[in-house]
């Protein structure tokens, strides 16, 4: 099976630099994905890694380390809009099926 | 292509009705997808279809949950005498499938918001 953990909630200031981390504990890997869902709205794909390393995309990057089970969002000049929860998701092999951690809510604050 | 549609957004249902719900995916995709989510939790794996084809049902699903997807188009989701548990959001999203190897990332619905009474 899978088991995702990032932490419930994080709080951070308009402008600044947040890194969300997400360890996981599978039987089989496929990639890892983070999404963006805004409260009552669908989750919105952000990044994929599936080897290990930094992915950079504007203002989000994701980086991962298979061998650590480990990964993280980093999120650079905060804006308000970032506001939102921050779902890791680890793709299982040979199936597209993708487990979800249970998000990270982000709160940026003025 | 508008993206992923589902129908309805919201549902609300007496217990032990019946309710279906419709998903229609972006029209190229061949992977769809239904995942279950509640309030503070990460959406969860129901099942998914690649083309036609239900390749896999989650173990939690029970026999009240009944998915199809006939034309490997547009995909149903009906739960049978529903439950005060079920009341949940209900996505579903798609994928492209190539080569039989690599997969695009997922597009979800908005989805369909179920509140059993």
């Known amino acids: 099976g899978q088991n995702i953990d990032q932490p419930t909630e994080m709080t951070a200031t308009e402008g600044a630099i947040v890194q969300i981390n997400c360890t996981y504990q599978?039987?089989?890997?496929?990639?890892l994905f983070w999404y963006q869902q805004h409260a009552g709205e669908a989750p919105t794909f952000l990044s994929y890694?599936?080897?290990?390393g930094l992915e950079e995309k504007g203002r989000f990057s994701s980086f991962l380390s298979r061998s650590k089970g480990y990964s993280y969002l980093l999120l650079k000049e905060l804006q308000m809009k970032d506001s939102a929860s921050y779902l890791c998701a680890v793709r299982a092999p040979n199936a597209g099926k993708s487990t979800f951690g249970d998000g990270t809510t982000l709160t940026v604050k003025p | 292509d508008t993206g992923v549609s589902q129908d309805p957004r919201h549902k609300i249902t007496k217990r032990g009705q019946n309710v279906t719900f419709r998903c229609d995916p972006i029209?190229?995709?061949?992977?769809l997808y239904w995942y279950r989510q509640t309030l503070g939790q990460g959406p969860e794996f129901l099942t998914y279809f690649q083309n036609e084809a239900q390749l896999e049902k989650s173990r939690l699903l029970s026999d009240r949950f009944s998915a199809e997807r006939p034309k490997g188009s547009f995909s149903t989701l009906e739960i049978q005498r529903t439950e005060q548990g079920d009341s949940a959001m209900y996505l579903c999203a798609s994928s492209l499938v190539r080569d039989n190897s690599f997969e695009t990332e997922a597009f979800f619905g908005q989805g369909t918001r179920l509140t059993v009474v």
């Open positions: 599978t039987s089989g890997f496929n990639g």
């Open positions: 890694n599936v080897l290990d």
């Open positions: 029209s190229e995709h061949n992977r």
